[in-house]
């Protein structure tokens, strides 16, 4: 699973390969990395990696985490793409974004740039564990841009397309 984090106001990325207590994990475009993490009471971990122990203290503020880790703060504001594709987001020029609902294979792309769209009509379809599903539009529009490519591998809230 993949997670897009906000940290102290930096971008990044943590895909987690597998969960605690034996993490693993990838940072960014760093390797792949290991911890053992123990929960010993509520947000407190302790964390056991690369021979080092720490005690993470987190914390839930109005704007996401406070993170609390050997004396040094970090403000954390995680998104998960898989929340964002129940809620498609909306653009400052009106513009509705198309989001894949689950990781999937795209099968057909049945719009293009500048096409008109109605409310129902189907855009893109994606396979899903040998079942194919055709996200349509939610109303009248215009196709401002497309993402999607036929025969690639999407993951969940990746941007398909962009409706005006």
């Known amino acids: ?80 793409p898989r929340r964002r594709a129940r809620q498609p987001a909306r653009h400052g020029d009106g513009g509705r974004e198309v989001v894949a609902p689950m990781p999937g294979k795209v099968i057909r792309v049945l719009i293009a740039p500048g096409d008109a769209v109605t409310a129902g009509q189907g855009l893109v379809v994606v396979e899903a564990m040998k079942m194919q599903n055709e996200l349509k539009a939610q109303r009248d529009g215009r196709v401002q841009s497309v993402g999607a490519r036929e025969g690639a591998t999407v993951a969940a809230g990746e941007l398909l397309a962009i409706l005006e």
Do not use: Q, W
């Not at 993949?2 to 987690?16: C, F, Q, S, V, Y």
């Not at 122990?53 to 504001?77: H, K, M, N, Q, T």
């Open 1 to 80: 699973m993949k997670l897009h984090l906000t940290i102290d106001g930096a971008e990044n990325h943590i895909e987690l390969l597998a969960r605690a207590p034996d993490c693993r994990f990838r940072f960014g475009e760093g390797a792949e990395s290991a911890a053992h993490v123990e929960t010993p009471e509520p947000g407190v971990y302790s964390i056991l990696m690369d021979g080092r122990s720490y005690d993470a203290r987190v914390e839930e503020s109005p704007g996401g985490l406070i993170v609390a880790i050997d004396g040094y703060r970090f403000e954390i504001e995680v998104h998960d």
